[in-house]
């Protein structure tokens, strides 16, 4: 699986992005519909950042503003799909650029408190951050690999100046955005904004999360430079291209114990839902052997790092435990997991069901689950037994 990489340790924005993919490989030569549509130049050059060598983008308009100044028009979300739609992208560039907007126009109207057909994009929407966008989108097309993930983003520290006044890092529109990514949101090492809601968005929409940067047989390598600079880091994103063989994802995890011997079966049973509803990832209820040969269970709960806290208060006013352990598990090996919906025939009727599609991150399949309920809702109706329902189903998606 031909992958890029990503390092988000000093965090992202739009020319950063752009730079980081043309150091890998990208061609510039296919932005040249963007310059056409929006009255815009990419001007490409090189720049030092604390002794690392770095590519540097700056979208410059016709009146000579430059990428930092969010110089143009603020539009609507509306506005920025008919000017993406009127650039004859390709099919998958222009679903990209368009669904990145569409994430920004949701995050800005959760922070404003209105409708996403009536929210201004203020600084993201002007003419460099839609170069940014639908620039990024080009190059990802162009640049031709099979997947892109990025290591934690941080989002720096402080405060800064925006539309509407001051506000804390990371912004509140980053923070939103950052629901919507598979990737982690940090912050420092700056109290400075490192990561850009332009930023966020394409990160969003392309990247997924990873805890570190994934074995690779490196092909190529580089880095985008940000406008600003620091004085013992260097500003800049680095872009890791190479092909990786298919494996288990890594993921970053924590595990609760706590032991009960008075929680009533109907607590122990519900328990896979309200803890689930609170971010666990995985709950086991364990038979154990309390003090005084008393009976009780012990309760397991997966978590991410950052759901472990709040998993731990459900879990505590769940079952009246009064202490949780937290083991610092490191990571576990997972699948990536689909789900689809096949087709079956049953006695000369169609019907479907969803299975449930584990694969390595290079893409293989090497398991599929059909799943049980609809399975045994499809057996009740038709007298089969629910194995036959599920090998049919899982045949089916095979084929």
Same mark, same amino acid.
């Given at each position: 699986?031909?992958?890029?990489a990503?390092?988000?340790?000093?965090g992202?924005?739009?020319?950063?992005?752009?730079?980081?993919?043309?150091?890998?490989?990208?061609d510039?030569?296919?932005?040249?519909?963007?310059?056409?549509?929006?009255?815009?130049?990419?001007?490409?050059?090189?720049?030092?950042?604390?002794?690392?060598?770095?590519?540097?983008?700056?979208?410059?308009t016709?009146?000579?503003?430059?990428?930092?100044?969010?110089?143009?028009?603020?539009?609507?979300?509306?506005?920025?799909?008919?000017?993406v739609?009127?650039?004859?992208?390709?099919?998958p560039?222009?679903?990209?650029?368009?669904?990145?907007f569409r994430?920004?126009?949701?995050?800005?109207?959760?922070?404003? !408190?209105?409708?996403i057909? &009536?929210?201004?994009?203020? @600084?993201?929407?002007? *003419? #460099? /951050?839609?170069?940014d966008?639908? =620039?990024?989108?080009?190059?990802?097309?162009?640049?031709?690999v099979?997947?892109?993930?990025?290591?934690?983003?941080?989002a720096?520290?402080?405060?800064?100046?925006?539309?509407h006044?001051?506000?804390?890092?990371p912004?509140?529109a980053v923070?939103?955005?950052?629901?919507?990514?598979?990737?982690?949101?940090?912050?420092?090492p700056?109290?400075?904004?490192?990561?850009?809601p332009?930023?966020?968005?394409?990160?969003?929409?392309?990247?997924?999360?990873v805890?570190?940067?994934?074995?690779?047989?490196?092909?190529?390598?580089?880095?985008?430079?940000?406008?600003?600079?620091?004085?013992?880091r260097?500003?800049?994103?680095?872009?890791i291209?190479g092909?990786?063989?298919? !494996?288990?994802?890594?993921? &970053?995890i924590?595990?609760? @114990?706590?032991?009960? *011997? #008075? /929680?009533?079966p109907?607590?122990? =049973?519900?328990?896979?839902?309200?803890?689930?509803?609170?971010?666990?990832?995985?709950?086991?209820?364990?038979?154990?052997?309390?003090?005084?040969?008393?009976?009780?269970?012990?309760?397991?709960v997966?978590?991410?790092?950052?759901d472990?806290?709040?998993?731990?208060?459900?879990?505590?006013?769940?079952?009246?435990?009064?202490?949780?352990?937290?083991?610092?598990?490191?990571?576990r090996?997972?699948?990536?997991?689909?789900?689809?919906t096949?087709?079956?025939?049953?006695?000369?009727a169609?019907?479907?069901?969803?299975?449930?599609?584990?694969?390595?991150?290079a893409?293989?399949?090497?398991?599929?689950s059909?799943e049980?309920?609809?399975?045994?809702?499809?057996?009740?109706?038709?007298?089969?037994?629910?194995?036959?329902?599920?090998?049919?189903a899982?045949?089916?998606?095979?084929?």
């Amino acid at each position: 699986m031909r992958t890029l990489a990503l390092d988000g340790r000093t965090g992202a924005s739009g020319d950063m992005i752009l730079a980081a993919l043309l150091s890998v490989g990208a061609d510039a030569d296919v932005l040249a519909p963007v310059e056409s549509a929006i009255d815009v130049s990419y001007r490409i050059g090189e720049t030092t950042k604390n002794g690392i060598a770095a590519t540097t983008v700056d979208v410059v308009t016709d009146d000579g503003h430059t990428h930092a100044e969010g110089h143009g028009p603020h539009r609507t979300y509306a506005e920025c799909r008919d000017i993406v739609t009127g650039m004859d992208l390709e099919e998958p560039v222009e679903e990209a650029a368009i669904a990145t907007f569409r994430r920004l126009g949701n995050a800005e109207s959760k922070v404003h !408190g209105t409708d996403i057909a &009536e929210t201004h994009f203020h @600084e993201v929407g002007a *003419d #460099d /951050a839609i170069a940014d966008i639908v =620039g990024a989108a080009l190059l990802v097309e162009e640049l031709s690999v099979d997947r892109i993930v990025t290591t934690p983003v941080s989002a720096g520290g402080g405060e800064v100046s925006m539309s509407h006044g001051t506000y804390p890092v990371p912004t509140p529109a980053v923070t939103y955005l950052a629901e919507t990514a598979s990737w982690q949101l940090r912050g420092g090492p700056i109290d400075t904004e490192l990561l850009t809601p332009t930023g966020a968005s394409i990160l969003a929409e392309f990247a997924d999360g990873v805890d570190s940067l994934p074995p690779l047989h490196v092909e190529t390598s580089g880095f985008g430079a940000g406008s600003k600079s620091f004085e013992d880091r260097p500003n800049v994103l680095r872009g890791i291209v190479g092909d990786r063989e298919g !494996g288990l994802v890594r993921d &970053e995890i924590r595990v609760l @114990e706590t032991n009960v *011997d #008075d /929680a009533t079966p109907e607590t122990l =049973g519900d328990l896979q839902r309200t803890l689930k509803d609170a971010g666990a990832r995985d709950v086991t209820v364990l038979p154990a052997t309390m003090k005084k040969s008393r009976p009780g269970h012990l309760i397991k709960v997966i978590v991410k790092p950052a759901d472990a806290e709040r998993v731990a208060k459900r879990l505590a006013e769940e079952t009246g435990t009064l202490g949780v352990r937290e083991t610092p598990a490191g990571h576990r090996w997972i699948a990536e997991r689909t789900f689809e919906t096949v087709p079956i025939e049953v006695d000369g009727a169609r019907r479907e069901l969803t299975v449930k599609i584990a694969r390595d991150d290079a893409g293989a399949v090497y398991d599929v689950s059909a799943e049980y309920d609809e399975a045994a809702a499809i057996a009740e109706a038709t007298g089969l037994p629910v194995r036959e329902i599920r090998r049919r189903a899982e045949a089916a998606y095979r084929e």
